[in-house]
């Protein structure tokens, strides 16, 4: 086994540093010295979730980039040295028909998850970048464009390709009408690539109060969703609305905002929703949802936003401050994406 050190849950809102064990190098695995890993939701509803009574180990962090410490035998895409990334999925079946159109993200008997899933070979609990180290599969590393900051490219491998999955799906280009409902992790994400990619982009906010940031992403417009004067003008305007706002919410106002055979797509929000067929009705709307991605388009995106200079706006903090940031991420208290430094677990 390999020796490393990361983050451990030690209960519902404290991690302890701990010695970890990584798996001895399978013949096409590589080890990643991981340099810099992003704070995200799921980590904070994982660690929610956890228990003192929890038999599995918990290692939070799903998206991460690092350099290649070391390559099992097979391996032939990677060298030590490389600089890589790493996201929410490190392994997946590879025969069923999802895997086998590059949408690994949609397994069918499930992808296995950087942290907290399950490993195909020895059934262990994988344990995430919280650490200083991460054993994976080389198929499930990508190389991290010279392009891109390593420290601000980490959130791309969650919330950038979930909102990247989306935007391509969708055909999002040159004279598509794209809006960005809430200015979070993924809406600053989502405002950034529809504007790369040619979209006319508006952000809709509580508020009026971020329309200098929403300017400064490059968003075209802001609309306040409690204006309904504002709200009415744009009714049946947009053909996407990116839909990123974690807490439950009534999507009847944003389903008027869709313009005709337009889509609704949640991302935030994933639990039970509530539609009137009326809404998807007037105006063949379509509602969709979207989680992750693919190999594919995992890949294509990190080329996409080396070439156009996107990436997450972030705050870097030491890996020892991993408590605070995830309070703070409690709170909301991020602009717009928290990155740990795990160079202090040396």
């Known amino acids: ?56 180990p918990l290692v939070p962090g799903h998206e991460f980039t690092g350099v290649v410490a070391g390559i099992g035998r097979e391996v032939t895409t990677f060298s030590v040295g490389d600089r890589v990334a790493v996201g929410n999925i490190v392994d997946s079946c590879g025969v069923c028909a999802m895997c086998e159109a590059g949408q690994e993200n949609f397994c069918h008997s499930f992808p296995t998850l950087t942290y907290g899933g399950t490993d195909r070979q020895d059934g262990s609990t994988t344990l995430g970048g919280y650490s200083r180290e991460y054993v994976v599969r080389d198929t499930f590393a990508y190389p991290l464009p010279s392009g891109l900051d390593p420290a601000a490219a980490a959130p791309l491998m969650c919330a950038g390709v979930t909102v990247w999955e989306p935007l391509r799906s969708l055909g999002v280009g040159p004279g598509s009408r794209v809006a960005v409902a809430g200015l979070g992790g993924l809406g600053h994400l989502a405002v950034k690539m529809a504007v790369a990619l040619g979209a006319t ?48 919410h009534d999507l009847a106002p944003y389903l008027k905002l869709v313009a005709m055979d337009g889509t609704l797509s949640l991302l935030g929000h994933l639990g039970t929703v509530t539609v009137e067929a009326t809404d998807l009705l007037i105006g063949r709307k379509k509602l969709s949802s979207a989680g992750s991605g693919g190999r594919l388009a995992t890949a294509e995106m990190l080329q996409f936003c080396a070439d156009n200079s996107v990436a997450a706006d972030i705050e870097v903090l030491p890996s020892s401050q991993v408590e605070a940031a995830l309070d703070r991420l409690r709170r909301n208290d991020v602009r717009y994406r928290l990155v740990l430094d795990m160079s202090d677990l040396d």
């Open 201 to 248: 982009t508006t952000v809709i906010s509580r508020t009026q109060g971020k329309r200098d940031d929403a300017r400064e992403l490059g968003a075209h417009d802001l609309i306040a969703s409690t204006d309904s004067r504002q709200m009415a003008t744009a009714r049946d305007t947009f053909d996407v609305v990116i839909d990123t706002i974690s807490a439950p």
């Open 1 to 56: 086994m390999r020796t490393t050190t990361g983050w451990r849950a030690a209960g519902p809102t404290a991690l302890r540093r701990t010695s970890l064990e990584r798996r001895d190098l399978r013949p096409d695995d590589i080890a990643v010295q991981v340099d810099y890993c992003g704070v995200c939701h799921s980590d904070l509803h994982a660690l929610h979730t956890y228990g003192q009574h929890t038999k599995a």
